[in-house]
Structures are given as C-alpha cells and as structure tokens.
C-alpha cells in the first residue's frame, strides 16, 4: 500500500508541474462547451430579411412587423422591383426576401387566398430550409389570427411535439458528445503518454526490476487521470445546467457512474496503447486516429448515425463514445432510468474488461 | 578465507528466434566484490544483466541471485538488488528529495528510515542546498552520482550498473567510482558494465563477453599477465578482435 501511494503520489507531482497541460485538460472541456454552446450552432438568430411589397396595405405591414418581430429575423431592406433581389443576394446582405404580388390585398379581400412568395438564399441550404420554415410557421400564425371568428368547413391542425427538447436547442445533442470527447482526450491519450514517457526516459525499466507489482504501476499511473475526468465530468455537467440550460433530468448518480465506467474504459484503451508503443509521438497519434476520429464521427454526436452506410454502422458499433453518447442522452435528456441503458452499459464494462484484460497482458509479456 | 558466492550462473542462456545472444556463460560473484562485465557492443552484456535481473527469463541454465533462483524467485531477487541503467532513470519535474523519496516508498521503506537515509545521503553526496531544487536543474554528473545512490538506498545486497558513467567527465567519474568503493566496503556487491578500461582497472575482477560467450575472466592484473599486455585497453582489443557477430 505505502509503494501505491508513493507512486501516486509522483503521479501527482509529474501533473501538477506541468502547469500547460493541466491548464489544456481542465480548460478543454469549458471551452469546447462556450464554443459548441454559442458560436457552433445550427439555430438560426437574427437572420437580415428584405420585403418587396407592391401591395402595401395593411395586412403586409402586419406581416412584415410580425417578421421582424420575431427573435429570428431582423428586417434589413424594403425593396422597389425583382432585379434589385438578385442584387442583394449577390452582395450577400440578406438570407430571405419577402415577395408580396400587388393584388395581395384584393386577393385577400375577395377571394379569401392570396400569394406570399419566399426568396431564400440557398447556398446554405440548411439555413434557407430552416428559414423558409420559421417564415411559414409566422405567417400561418398570421393567418389564424384573421381567421379567429369565421369558421372554415373542414380544418386539420397538426400540432407537432418535439419531446425532450421542446425548443429543440443544439446544446442538448452536444453536451453528451463534447463529455464523450473530452473523457476520451483526458483518459486514453494522457495515460498513453504517461506511460510511455516513463519507457522513453528509462525510469519504467527501474519499476519493472524495483518489487513493485507492475498491476500496481498500471492502477496508480491511471488515478490521477480518474480524478481529472472526475472534474471535468462536474465541470461539464455545471456549465450545461447553469449556462446553456440543459437539465439533468436523469439520476445524477447514475450519469456519474456511467460517466467513471466510460473514464475506464478510455484509461484501458490508453493502457494498450502504451503497451504497443515505444514513443510519445506514436502513441499521441494512435490515440488521435484510433479513438478521437471515431468517436467524433462515429459515434452520432456529429453526423446521425443511422444515414451512414452499413460499414459504417457497423463499425459504429465497435467505437465505445457512440454506446456513452447514447448513455449520456437517455439519462440527462430523456430522464431514463438504469433499466434501459442497461444493455449500454453492459456492452460498455465488456469492452472495458476486454481491453484491460488485453493491456495487463501485453504488458507482461514485454518482460518475458 | 573464501567469501560466499552471491551471484552463480550455469551454463546460463538467452535465445531469441535462432539467435543465442548469451551462450551458456557460466561464472560466479563473490559478496562484496566489485565485479566488471566487459564486452563489445553486441557481445551480449545486456541481456546477460536483464536475465540476471529477473527482467527477463533465460532460455536454459542456471542462476542464483542472492540465493533467490532466477526461473522462480524474482520478486525475491527484485527485493535484494538494485539497479541503474544506462539511461539516467531519475525523473528531472521531481526535485531530489521527492526522487528519494519515491524510490524508497516502492521499496516499501519505512517513512523514519526514508527521512534518516535521505539526510546522509545529502550529506555523502555534498547537496543539501539542492536538495528542493528540480532534478533537472542539477548537473549531469551530479545526476549520475544521485542516480547510484538511489539505486542503492534500499541497500541491496547486489547493484546492478549498466554502463553508468556513459557521457561524464574523468572527474566525475573518479568521484562516482568513490561512491563505489564506499557501497563496496559496506558489503555491497557491485556489478559493472562498462567501456571505459580504466575503469575495468579498479574492479576485483572482470570478465570480458565476446559473442555470447565468456572469453576470459580474471583480476585485471591476472588478465594483463595472461594475455602479454601492458594494459587492459590491450586485453580487450586482443579479445574483441576474435568477435565475429556485428553489432546487434
């Protein structure tokens, strides 16, 4: 126990001396949570608007206020003919324009039915849809409210429920996508480097003649690096309730204790690679290709993994973030209970027996 | 009188994959004595060490550590000996106090004696002023000279050194062979690779290794007598001359 301690105990010192890294592994995860929360989103603010109304009456400057009103549109421009929107397309100013015919208001008057026609900017065509969509949805609004008193012979109302994400924000697919990634850098390449550092510097060859058991190198090199990914799971849990508003609507608990389970499994990975590796360069690259690549594409947290090609799917599988990603958001987002991760996290702690099993191996069989 | 044997080996081989990299050497230590073990590059020092070591395991033969056998003993053996690579092992983002106290905890060393064997080892080496500063703003000689000490703080009966004083100065090096002789009177066993000859000089006895194979062994002055040479520089180019493996 005293030879544990007095290795974890190193361990600790070899951190808290370097001063950069410790800095990179605290302050990964809180910039990667300001940076996904507000600058990388695919919600759309304040998109610039122009109108070129030719009808100019009241229900259009009702529209056109409603438009600008609202948090998604700011109106930039009126416009005077159909040459000057190609014009402002052009020059990029604006991302939708608001054509209403000059009939508009007759139309409406007379025959109950009149045309809108939207004009978006569809370079991005995920934004022009997303806009073109809000415009709609603002004016059926509209729409509705003129419509309050008369009563129409047939109506079907759709009202669409988006479950646990009413006001479908970004943040709550990436939280558990920016913890699988953070856990994965922390835990496997760190205790990658670590070890293979000591094999670099010679000292690794002195533990390995000294009496102390080489299970014990292995569990007390892998502490220090439990306790970090312990604080950046805290970390990364505060800042998604107190500053993006993301609930925790699963058991704490249990979200920690899936989050430790994934922390192991990212240490035994990290293990293998320093078994296999003789240089710090070698195993940082390994660890870059072979489990932060996946577990950014791969695991559903950037690209939706049921549009992939069947290769890949299936070669999802086999990455442990995307089981901890889908973990993540059934227990924080979705509020479930252990009952039904349970199949996660039993594929999870396999994957992490197995990888362990296959490390301790390795690295016994160096000495023989 | 005769001293006891501390370190035995019979017949003691290494194969890897066709190629025997130590060839059935058969040699003994004596306790106390400050053995070298010379030989080219290749000649097969160093996986002769390991396996003595318990580092790695002998393909046939055999050998005692202290009593302890090499084949089944080595926690035993990794208890009774201590070591020192070529590469300098201490780590430089520690200062010398926690280097010491690190080795001294894997060794299981009780905190009094840890605190009582540290201050005389300040002493011994004159750096109690540096004894908070980081490893890695101290001198190499320095270093080498701290690393020895280290490797013998548990105070094993056999060091182990491999190639210590690889890239230090003549003077330092006197001064660690010092160190040396004062492990050596304390009944410390002393086992030395080298390449400097004038270092095989102050060794008890040498054995020269060319091919895999144990070619001579001997005192220095038995060895200069046997082969007609005036120094031991002569002694092992007539030795290593015969070696017919490249390096490895």
Redesign the interface.
């Known amino acids: 126990m005293?030879?544990f301690?007095?290795?974890v105990?190193?361990e600790f010192?070899?951190i808290l001396?370097?001063r950069r890294t410790l800095f990179i592994l605290l302050g990964m995860p809180i910039v990667q949570i300001i940076i996904f929360g507000f600058a990388l989103t695919n919600e759309v603010k304040n998109a610039k608007f122009a109108i070129l109304d030719q009808s100019g009456d009241i229900a259009t400057r009702q529209i056109t206020d409603e438009l600008d009103a609202s948090r998604y549109f700011d109106l930039a421009s009126s416009l005077k003919n159909y040459e000057e929107i190609e014009h402002l397309f052009r020059q990029g100013k604006v991302k939708l324009v608001v054509v209403f015919p000059p009939s508009f208001n007759s139309d409406l008057q007379h025959f109950n039915s009149a045309q809108i026609q939207l004009v978006a900017d569809a370079s991005d065509p995920n934004t022009a849809t997303t806009l073109t969509g809000y415009a709609t949805t603002i004016i059926k609004d509209y729409q509705l409210r003129l419509l309050h008193d008369k009563k129409l012979p047939y109506t079907i109302n759709t009202t669409a429920r988006m479950l646990y994400n009413s006001q479908l924000k970004g943040a709550y697919s990436f939280v558990p996508g920016v913890m699988a990634m953070v856990l994965m850098l922390v835990c496997t390449m760190m205790t990658a480097i670590t070890i293979v550092r000591e094999k670099e510097?010679?000292?690794m060859?002195?533990?390995?003649?000294?009496?102390?058991q080489p299970l014990k190198i292995i569990i007390a090199k892998a502490v220090p690096y439990l306790l970090l990914s312990i604080i950046n799971i805290a970390s990364i849990l505060l800042l998604s309730v107190f500053v993006l508003d993301v609930p925790i609507k699963g058991n704490l608990l249990l979200l920690i204790s899936e989050g430790i389970l994934f922390t192991l499994t990212c240490l035994s990975f990290g293990l293998l690679i320093s078994s296999v590796t003789e240089s710090q360069q070698t195993a940082m690259f390994i660890s870059l290709v072979g489990m932060f690549l996946p577990t950014v594409m791969l695991s559903g947290f950037m690209f939706p993994i049921e549009n992939m090609p069947l290769p890949l799917r299936i070669i999802s599988r086999a990455v442990p973030a995307k089981w901890f990603y889908d973990i993540v958001k059934s227990v924080m987002i979705k509020g479930l209970s252990f009952q039904y991760v349970a199949k996660e996290t039993i594929i999870l702690a396999g994957m992490t027996v197995f990888l362990l099993a296959l490390s301790i191996k390795k690295f016994k069989t160096r000495?023989? | 009188m005769e001293a006891e044997n501390i370190i035995t080996t019979e017949e003691l081989t290494k194969r890897f994959a066709g190629f025997t990299a130590v060839d059935a050497i058969s040699f003994n230590v004596k306790k106390g004595e400050i053995f070298g073990f010379l030989g080219a590059n290749g000649a097969g020092k160093t996986t002769a060490m390991r396996m003595l070591?318990?580092?790695?395991?002998p393909t046939s033969g055999k050998a005692t550590i202290a009593g302890a056998d090499v084949y089944k003993q080595t926690?035993q053996i990794?208890?009774s000996?201590g070591?020192?690579?070529?590469?300098?092992?201490?780590?430089?983002?520690?200062t010398v106090k926690?280097n010491i106290?690190?080795?001294?905890?894997?060794?299981?060393k009780t905190n009094a004696f840890i605190k009582e064997k540290t201050a005389f080892l300040l002493h011994q080496l004159n750096i109690e002023n540096e004894a908070d500063k980081l490893v890695a703003s101290l001198p190499l000689g320095w270093k080498q000279k701290l690393a020895f000490s280290v490797a013998i703080f548990h105070e094993p009966q056999i060091v182990?050194l491999d190639e210590p004083t690889g890239g230090v100065d003549p003077v330092t090096r006197r001064e660690f062979w010092n160190l040396i002789y004062q492990a050596s009177e304390r009944g410390i066993t002393i086992f030395v690779t080298t390449h400097y000859m004038d270092e095989a000089e102050y060794c008890n006895r040498v054995s020269i290794m060319v091919d895999g194979k144990i070619e001579a062994l001997d005192t220095p002055r038995g060895l200069k007598e046997t082969y007609n040479a005036t120094t031991m520089d002569d002694v092992f180019l007539q030795l290593a001359r015969k070696a017919t493996r490249a390096d490895v």
């Open positions: 005293k030879q301690i007095s290795f105990k190193k010192y070899h001396r370097d510097t010679g000292t060859e002195i533990m390995l003649v000294s009496p102390i000495l023989a | 070591c318990g580092l790695s395991k926690e990794k208890k000996i070591y020192m690579s070529q590469k300098f092992s201490l780590y430089e983002d520690l926690e106290r690190f080795y001294g905890g894997i060794y299981g182990f």
